[in-house]
């Protein structure tokens, strides 16, 4: 084993048979280079890193396609009434879908459409695959979180205030499967949509089945308490019978009045006594005693006469009725939930189809490359900058 004091010879005698060695392969340039970049490290590494960042865009980066779909969610119930939109009125914007289309931009974002989305497309499959640069590919066996903020680089869904469009932008690594990725959120946008109109016009089904359930049953006791009270009572409306007994009364008070006319004629030409005089006498009294028997069966000060009767009847009556028309329009309100529960509410109106890239529009290779280098030698010009500062002050 060689004594320690020759290790630094040999090492020196190493260095000086590489320095020889890429002398001869770049034609003597080598020990310029090296010169310059230890005369000034800082520029040198800036340099390095430039000439590093130039080969990776322009040379290893890998092309990302961009297929972009534009659509509006509007509802197919045009006489639904919607809330008015301060923003949009404040913006000058006439459409009523702008609450719609941000719940639809938060969906497509969310965690659980990305983990849907990945079960769907293999998405975690694509964006990890061996052939992709390992600076722009998802990390193999990334977590959830992982894939969802990897996701949210890669596509974005934006809503344009101005035009009122939802815009769809997605990201993939061969043009395919970018276009397949923007028709599945078009597609999967207006399905969850729809779902929540029909989740909310079920739970409104399944409340209006319970209130037609107890409105029936409210109606069929107020007319069976009706029933019941025409067969206690042995009348079948009161209120026709109390008609009935007012028009006798009437008839009888223009008999009476006609009596008590005529005996006026009578008693100008006889004598009190008289047997016609004393007949229309007795006639008026008759019919003065039935106007009363029949008023007592009207109305009577202890009550529970026919005037009582019609006033129970008419209250049992109008409740009935009332609980009749709460049926009926629990019912038809029923049937028009059960119709909103099963067809289309939401449409989503495509105004440009997911588009098929025939270009890579990513990553921008000539624009990252110029400006990574002047990112580096801007960093390495403060650096140097700096350490002249230091180094004058310390002499």
């Known amino acids: 084993m060689p004594p320690e004091d020759d290790q630094p010879g040999k090492l020196k005698a190493a260095s000086a048979a ?23 490290p800082i520029i040198g590494s ?20 961009v297929s972009e779909a534009r659509v509006i969610v509007q509802r197919t119930d045009l006489v639904a009434n919607v809330a008015t939109d301060l923003t949009a009125i404040l913006t ?17 974002m969310s965690r659980d459409n990305v983990i849907k989305l990945d079960k769907e497309l293999g998405l975690r499959d694509h964006y990890s695959a061996w052939n992709i640069d390992p600076f722009s590919r998802l990390n193999f066996g990334s977590s959830t979180e992982n894939l969802q903020s990897y996701y949210n680089s890669r596509v974005t869904v934006e809503f344009d205030e101005y035009a009122g469009v939802l815009v769809i932008r997605a990201q993939a690594f061969n043009p395919q499967k970018a ?26 089904v399944a409340f209006l089945e319970t209130q037609v359930a107890d409105l029936n049953q409210r109606a069929t006791a107020a007319r069976q308490a009706v029933i019941n009270y025409q067969n206690q009572e042995g009348i079948v409306s009161p209120t026709g019978q109390a008609e009935a007994i007012g028009a006798i009364v009437a008839q009888l008070e223009a008999k009476r009045t006609e009596l008590q006319i005529a005996l006026a004629a009578r008693k100008a030409f006889l004598v009190d006594g ?6 229309l006498e007795e006639q008026i009294a008759a019919i003065s005693e ?60 495509i105004i440009q189809q997911p588009s098929l890239p025939q270009d890579p529009e990513l990553p921008e290779r000539l624009r990252k490359a110029i400006i990574y280098t002047l990112i580096s030698f801007l960093i390495a010009g403060i650096a140097q900058l700096l350490t002249m500062i230091i180094k004058d002050h310390r002499d």
């Open 179 to 204: 276009e397949e990725i923007s028709s599945w959120l078009v597609s999967e946008g207006e399905r969850f949509m729809n779902a929540a109109e029909h989740r909310l016009a079920a739970d409104q």
């Open 92 to 108: 000058g914007q006439t459409t009523n879908n702008r609450q719609d289309q941000l719940v639809m931009r938060d969906y497509l």
């Open 46 to 65: 800036a340099l390095i890193f430039s000439v590093l960042a130039s080969i990776y865009w322009l040379l290893i980066a890998s092309d990302r396609y």
């Open 18 to 40: 590489l320095n020889e060695r890429l002398n001869r392969l770049t034609g003597g340039r080598f020990s310029g280079w090296r010169a310059a970049f230890l005369a000034s």
């Open 274 to 279: 008289h047997p016609q005089i004393v007949e």
């Open 290 to 349: 039935q106007i009363d028997e029949e008023n007592a069966r009207m109305a009577a000060p202890q009550g529970g006469r026919l005037n009582t009767k019609v006033e129970e009847f008419e209250r049992l009556v109008a409740e009935a009725t009332f609980a009749e028309e709460l049926y009926r329009s629990a019912l038809a309100s029923l049937e028009q939930g059960r119709v909103e529960s099963t067809r289309t509410i939401k449409k989503l109106s």
